[in-house]
């Protein structure tokens, strides 16, 4: 079945770049989304992706997709503490309603 | 802007209590899920509604129901609830997705403890 991978921790200092990585199964796979959740607050939609693209860059966030690894990562540049919170990936193939979601990486930033 | 609100942030019950978790949303959205949250584990769907008094099954349905007899509201329902039940919800919302802008907006989530 279909499954979505992330790391569950990464710890970077303040100021450096954040890379988070991503990896799918499903193949059909269309849209690809990354989602950051606060602590004790439900998920926030940060930007997405087509299958169709290589690369979305969003201000501090940079979304890279190599679609014949079905690799997806978020670069998240000059890291704030306040980029600290779990990151989510997750895929949905066109025409359907089902969004398959990763474990969630946990982002520390250290001051 | 989306506004998708949940009854209670936290949660006790105990075993065997009937516990009821509901979910409004404010953009007239099609499509309304429920989602358990847990650690290492990521997202998983219970159940979804694309559409007043539809539901459908995701992966993880057993020992829950729900209820949509109104678009804007959908509730989750714990019929006798049990320890490995405590978990946080995340309840969502979007349109059909038919269309490539179609995402999901979530509330808060309800972290429920059953003792």
């Known amino acids: 079945g279909e499954d979505v991978e992330q790391s569950l921790f990464l710890s970077v200092r303040e100021g450096d770049s954040s890379v988070i990585n991503c990896t799918y199964t499903d193949s059909s796979s269309t849209y690809l989304y990354w989602y950051k959740q606060e602590p004790g607050a439900g998920l926030q939609l940060l930007t997405y992706?087509?299958?169709?693209?290589d690369m979305k860059q969003d201000q501090r966030l940079t979304v890279l997709l190599n679609k014949k690894d079905k690799h997806l990562s978020l670069r998240i540049a000059d890291t704030q503490t306040g980029d600290s919170a779990i990151y989510f990936c997750?895929?949905?193939?066109?025409?359907?309603?089902?969004?398959?979601f990763g474990t969630g990486t946990r982002l520390k930033v250290l001051a | 802007d989306v506004k998708v609100t949940q009854s209670s942030r936290y949660l006790v019950k105990r075993t065997g209590e009937k516990v009821f978790l509901e979910c409004v949303q404010d953009m007239d959205h099609e499509n309304m899920f429920w989602y358990r949250q847990d650690p290492g584990l990521g997202l998983r769907l219970i159940y979804f509604s694309y559409d007043v008094k539809m539901k459908e099954k995701g992966d993880i349905p057993e020992g829950y129901s729900v209820s949509r007899e109104k678009k804007e509201r959908f509730s989750l329902i714990l019929e006798s609830a049990s320890t490995n039940q405590t978990s946080m919800y995340l309840c969502?919302?979007?349109?059909?997705?038919?269309?490539?802008?179609?995402?999901?907006?979530f509330g808060p989530g309800t972290r429920l403890t059953v003792l």
């Open positions: 992706i087509f299958s169709n693209m």
């Open positions: 997750a895929e949905r193939g066109s025409g359907t309603y089902k969004y398959i």
């Open positions: 969502a919302s979007s349109f059909l997705g038919r269309r490539s802008t179609d995402t999901q907006y």
